[in-house]
Each structure stands twice: as structure tokens, then as C-alpha cells.
């Protein structure tokens, strides 16, 4: 059996009147990710930590922000693009794990829904896939709410 494991880490700046859109789900609050798709910046992360999973590159590579088609684009249909090359690849998804910093919002509530979320895209069952939040204890640019940041692991695997 072959198995890989992928790191992913991205991180997008908080604006005021911008959307929030973590793994797939609006949250609501008053400030949102300023980027050129939706700015999932936990959807990203997990891209790139499947992506890297396989040496692939990064989800910049694979999905530039230069490129007009992908202004303002549901991070969800990026993410089932990565599961695609996956699946072309021979390998099939074990798990994802992926933590959220960010001091406000709280995200407990939105947790569950989240996981459901992803586990339709990606296609694995939803005990597969966590999703932690955590804050930073105001310290850094997530504590001082001027952004959000996300980390995933994903195991791959290819029998």
C-alpha cells in the first residue's frame, strides 16, 4: 500500500463588510477574507495539503489568482477539482484534519455543518474529516482579529 501524507497552511487578511466562508459554510460576522476567490482560507488549506500529499504544488499553482475565472469562486468546486486529480491519480482520501485560528467568531456552532460540508465534496464519510477552531489567545494578527489562518493534514492512500 502506498501512503502519503500532505501538509497545507494558508492565511487571508479580515475585512470589514467582506464574507466569511469557512470549509464551504457562511458564517455570519462583520468582517470576511479579503481574496480573489471566496477566500476559504480552510478549504485552501486543505487543497494544498492534498495537493502536497502527491508533490502536486500548491493550490496558487493549480489555481492562479491572475486568472479571472477564478474571481469570486466557491472554494468548494476548487476543492472537488483537487479530489478529482486524486481519484485520476489512483489514490483515494483516508482523512483530513484541519484547524481554523482565528479569535472571533466563535466557531464551535458551525463545526458540524462544516464537517458535513466536506465530506460531500470530498466523498468520504463525515468520521473522516475534523475540523478544530481555536483562537489565539489575542496574540498575533489572528488575536488582534487583522486575519485568519487555517492548517490541514490529509492522508492519502493507493492500494
Given at each position: 500500500?502506498?501512503?502519503?501524507?500532505?501538509?497545507?497552511?494558508?492565511?487571508?487578511?479580515?475585512?470589514?463588510?467582506?464574507?466569511?466562508?469557512?470549509?464551504?459554510?457562511?458564517?455570519?460576522?462583520?468582517?470576511?477574507?479579503?481574496?480573489?476567490?471566496?477566500?476559504?482560507?480552510?478549504?485552501?488549506?486543505?487543497?494544498?495539503?492534498?495537493?502536497?500529499?502527491?508533490?502536486?504544488?500548491?493550490?496558487?499553482?493549480?489555481?492562479?489568482d491572475s486568472d479571472p475565472r477564478y474571481k469570486g469562486?466557491?472554494?468548494?468546486?476548487?476543492?472537488?477539482?483537487?479530489?478529482?486529480?486524486?481519484?485520476?491519480?489512483?489514490?483515494?482520501?483516508?482523512?483530513?484534519?484541519?484547524?481554523?485560528?482565528?479569535?472571533?467568531?466563535?466557531?464551535?456552532?458551525?463545526?458540524?455543518?462544516?464537517?458535513?460540508?466536506?465530506?460531500?465534496?470530498?466523498?468520504?464519510?463525515?468520521?473522516?474529516?475534523?475540523?478544530?477552531?481555536?483562537?489565539?489567545?489575542?496574540?498575533?494578527?489572528?488575536?488582534?482579529?487583522?486575519?485568519?489562518?487555517?492548517?490541514?493534514?490529509?492522508?492519502?492512500?493507493?492500494?
Open positions: 500500500m502506498d501512503i502519503r501524507i500532505g501538509h497545507g497552511y494558508d492565511v487571508h487578511a479580515l475585512a470589514e463588510g467582506l464574507r466569511l466562508v469557512l470549509c464551504g459554510v457562511e458564517i455570519p460576522h462583520n468582517k470576511g477574507c479579503v481574496a480573489h476567490s471566496d477566500g476559504d482560507v480552510a478549504i485552501h488549506a486543505i487543497c494544498d495539503a492534498l495537493l502536497g500529499a502527491l508533490a502536486l504544488g500548491d493550490i496558487g499553482k493549480l489555481f492562479p469562486i466557491d472554494s468548494t468546486k476548487l476543492l472537488k477539482v483537487v479530489v478529482d486529480i486524486i481519484a485520476d491519480k489512483g489514490y483515494s482520501i483516508s482523512n483530513i484534519d484541519c484547524t481554523i485560528a482565528m479569535q472571533k467568531p466563535k466557531l464551535r456552532p458551525y463545526i458540524d455543518t462544516m464537517r458535513v460540508t466536506l465530506s460531500d465534496v470530498v466523498g468520504i464519510d463525515v468520521d473522516r474529516i475534523s475540523v478544530k477552531a481555536t483562537t489565539t489567545e489575542h496574540l498575533g494578527f489572528e488575536g488582534r482579529e487583522e486575519g485568519v489562518s487555517a492548517t490541514a493534514v490529509a492522508l492519502l492512500c493507493k492500494e
